[in-house]
């Protein structure tokens, strides 16, 4: 059982910049596909971004260019740099770890941005 721990939500104004960050309680992490996904109120959770375990990134259209995530395997930890924030990125950010026959999903941090 891997058990995966998200920070760094909270409150900012549109236009600023949080950086989530996901601890992960597992020795084999760098075998692990990481992602970020979000859910609004009222809609699906989805995709925001993803790093394979040979570090290939992948984002969804609606954070190319504002957020970009990274992967250290020496701390089992990946992040989520979120620049540039609007009004519509307000939603419950969720880690993913993705293995080989598992799947593993944080308890979720809120992130608001509000004026």
């Known amino acids: 059982q891997v058990q995966l721990v998200e920070s760094g939500g909270g409150l900012v104004q549109p236009g600023g910049s949080l950086r989530l960050s996901c601890a992960a309680s597992?020795?084999?992490?760098?075998?692990?596909?990481m992602g970020w996904y979000r859910q609004a109120p009222g809609k699906q959770r989805e995709l925001v971004a993803s790093?394979?375990?040979?570090?290939?990134?992948n984002y969804s259209d609606s954070v190319k260019g504002r957020f970009t995530i990274s992967r250290d395997n020496a701390k089992n930890t990946v992040y989520l740099q979120m620049n540039n924030l609007k009004p519509e990125d307000t939603a419950v950010y969720y880690c993913n770890a993705l293995g080989p026959s598992n799947n593993y999903w944080g308890q979720g941090t809120q992130v608001t941005v509000s004026s």
């Open positions: 597992t020795s084999i992490f760098s075998l692990y596909t």
């Open positions: 790093v394979s375990r040979l570090a290939q990134k």
